[in-house]
Structures are given as structure tokens and as C-alpha cells.
């Protein structure tokens, strides 16, 4: 198994795809913070100014709420990037043909998928970081700016960073198991963007507006990254609520183990070559 570890570990950091998408992540997570905070904090005055009281519009946070939402965005919308490297992890190998070799030297494909699930955790960690460092930068310094409190000193604020981090990591988890289901490099990446950016927002929303099915919504993949950072921009604007955060990771490794088990029934099983 370390042998195995090993060279997973050697083909990922032979690639740039771990640090190119910690880079994107970063860059993209202090522009959407910087525009919603800025977004909230205007629509706050805006909402002061007219004698609209916090709470009482679905669109207009108090200063607490304003900060959680925008500290915990890397969760709401970026967990896409760790998802992508956790799915190239398995799909670059197809795609370059080195898949083969790899089992040659392996044949063992239930430890060689627990290395690619175990050897992508540093990485998703390095993701992860610079995600929710950028989100918190970006964030932080447009609250500041702006003269609204960051309440970067408030432990359950504080709380919800190191949480999303968590959140973070464990997506990059369901990416393995998922790319080892589809093994298409380009599909794998459109699908896994086209579901976490429009399939499933729209999906809780529409959800979540019934009684019968509000419950489903708490449990799809984005709802339960969500949950294990313990706040959102869906709760704090009252679209949705969010399972416990215990139950978020639960709900998000059954995802991870369910993608890999299917993975290693069908693609990890027949013959490949």
C-alpha cells in the first residue's frame, strides 16, 4: 500500500494541475467574495437608508449574517475546483493511457483506488486553503473598506473557516470516486460543473419550497458541503436549511464511497488496455 501511495503521490506532483487549480481557486474566490460583500454591504445601506430592518427582506443581512455567508462562499461555489482535482486524479491516467501500466505494477485496483483517494488529500488540502484564504482575503478587506465589522475575531465565524476547509477536502474525495465512474477527462469536468454550478442550485431552490421535499434538498452533495461548514448564503437568506454538521460529512463521504464502489465495479473491473 505505500508503494502504492507513493506513486500516486509522484504522479500528482509531476502534473501542475494541483497548483494551477489552487491558483484559479484563489484569484477566483477574492473577486466573488470582494463582489458580495460589497453586494450585501450596499444593499444593507440601501435597506437602512429606506427603514428596512434585517431579516425582514430575504436579500438584506445583518452584519454577522453578511460575514458568514461571504467567509463560507468557497464552500457554495467553490467546492467545484477540489471536486475537478480530486476527478483528474483518476481521469488523467485514461486520458494518457497510463492506467495501464499502473496496474501492471499494481493489480491489486482496490488499493490502487485507496491510494488515489488517500494521495489526493495533501493536495485537496493546499486547494482548500488557498480557497478559503482567498475567499476570507477578498472577503475581509472589501468588508473593511467598506466600514462593516469582519468578525474575523468571532470563534463561530472562526469556526466556520476552519470547517469549510474541512468541507473543502472532502469534495475532493467524491471527485475520485466520480471520475472513476466517468473516465472521460472532458466529460467528467463538464458534467461535474454543469450539476455543481446550475443542476443543483436549482434544484434545492425548487426543492426546498415544498414540505414533502425540503428534506431531499438537505441532502444533495453541495447542500451537505454546506452543511459541514455549518452556514451558507442559502440559510442566512432564509432558501434553506442545512443538516447537522457531523451529518454534512457523513452524507458527503457516502457520496465519495458510493462514486468509488460503482467506479470499482465497472470501470476499475473489466479488462483495460
Same mark, same amino acid.
Given at each position: 500500500?505505500?508503494? !502504492?501511495?507513493?506513486?500516486?503521490?509522484?504522479?500528482?506532483?509531476?502534473?501542475?494541475?494541483?497548483? +494551477?487549480?489552487?491558483?484559479?481557486? /484563489?484569484?477566483?474566490?477574492?473577486?466573488?467574495?470582494?463582489?458580495? =460583500?460589497?453586494?450585501?454591504?450596499?444593499?444593507?445601506?440601501?435597506? &437602512?437608508?429606506?427603514?428596512?430592518?434585517?431579516?425582514? &427582506?430575504?436579500?438584506?443581512? &445583518?452584519?454577522?449574517?453578511?460575514?458568514?455567508?461571504?467567509?463560507?462562499?468557497?464552500?457554495?461555489?467553490?467546492?467545484?475546483?477540489?471536486?475537478?482535482?480530486? =476527478?483528474?486524479? @483518476?481521469?488523467?491516467? /485514461?486520458?494518457?493511457?497510463?492506467?495501464?501500466?499502473?496496474?501492471?505494477?499494481?493489480?491489486?485496483?482496490?488499493?490502487?483506488?485507496?491510494?488515489?483517494?488517500?494521495?489526493?488529500?495533501?493536495? !485537496?488540502?493546499?486547494?482548500?486553503? !488557498?480557497?478559503?484564504?482567498?475567499?476570507?482575503?477578498? $472577503?475581509?478587506?472589501?468588508? %473593511?473598506?467598506?466600514?462593516?465589522?469582519?468578525?474575523?475575531?468571532?470563534?463561530?465565524?472562526?469556526?466556520? +473557516?476552519?470547517?469549510?476547509?474541512? !468541507?473543502?477536502?472532502?469534495?475532493? #474525495?467524491?471527485?475520485?470516486?466520480? $471520475?472513476?465512474?466517468?473516465?472521460?477527462?472532458? %466529460?467528467? +469536468?463538464?458534467?461535474?460543473?454543469?450539476?455543481?454550478?446550475?443542476?443543483?442550485?436549482?434544484?434545492?431552490?425548487?426543492?426546498?419550497?415544498? &414540505?414533502?421535499?425540503?428534506? +431531499?434538498?438537505?441532502?444533495?452533495?453541495? =447542500?451537505?458541503?454546506? %452543511?459541514?461548514?455549518?452556514?451558507? #448564503?442559502?440559510?442566512?437568506?432564509?432558501?434553506?436549511?442545512?443538516? =447537522?454538521?457531523?451529518?454534512?460529512?457523513?452524507?458527503?463521504? *457516502?457520496? *465519495?464511497? @458510493? /462514486?468509488?464502489?460503482?467506479?470499482?465495479?465497472?470501470?476499475?473491473?473489466?479488462?483495460? $488496455?
Amino acid at each position: 500500500m505505500i508503494a !502504492a501511495l507513493r506513486t500516486e503521490v509522484r504522479k500528482i506532483t509531476t502534473t501542475r494541475a494541483w497548483w +494551477i487549480n489552487a491558483s484559479v481557486m /484563489f484569484a477566483y474566490m477574492v473577486v466573488m467574495a470582494g463582489i458580495m =460583500a460589497a453586494s450585501f454591504a450596499v444593499s444593507r445601506r440601501a435597506a &437602512d437608508e429606506a427603514g428596512v430592518a434585517p431579516g425582514s &427582506d430575504s436579500f438584506v443581512l &445583518d452584519p454577522q449574517s453578511t460575514a458568514s455567508s461571504v467567509y463560507t462562499l468557497a464552500v457554495a461555489l467553490g467546492y467545484i475546483f477540489p471536486a475537478v482535482l480530486g =476527478a483528474l486524479v @483518476v481521469t488523467t491516467e /485514461f486520458r494518457h493511457r497510463t492506467i495501464t501500466p499502473t496496474l501492471l505494477a499494481e493489480p491489486r485496483r482496490t488499493r490502487v483506488l485507496a491510494a488515489k483517494l488517500l494521495a489526493v488529500l495533501p493536495f !485537496a488540502l493546499v486547494v482548500a486553503l !488557498a480557497g478559503v484564504l482567498g475567499t476570507v482575503l477578498g $472577503g475581509a478587506v472589501t468588508l %473593511a473598506a467598506l466600514g462593516e465589522p469582519t468578525f474575523l475575531a468571532d470563534p463561530q465565524i472562526q469556526r466556520t +473557516i476552519a470547517l469549510s476547509v474541512v !468541507a473543502l477536502v472532502v469534495w475532493s #474525495l467524491v471527485g475520485v470516486g466520480f $471520475g472513476s465512474v466517468l473516465t472521460n477527462q472532458v %466529460a467528467a +469536468i463538464v458534467v461535474l460543473l454543469v450539476f455543481t454550478q446550475f443542476v443543483e442550485p436549482l434544484l434545492r431552490i425548487l426543492l426546498a419550497q415544498f &414540505d414533502a421535499t425540503e428534506m +431531499i434538498s438537505k441532502f444533495l452533495p453541495g =447542500a451537505a458541503g454546506e %452543511a459541514i461548514a455549518g452556514s451558507s #448564503l442559502y440559510v442566512s437568506s432564509g432558501l434553506a436549511e442545512l443538516l =447537522a454538521p457531523w451529518q454534512g460529512v457523513l452524507v458527503l463521504l *457516502a457520496y *465519495a464511497v @458510493v /462514486f468509488t464502489a460503482i467506479g470499482r465495479l465497472t470501470t476499475f473491473r473489466r479488462d483495460i $488496455g
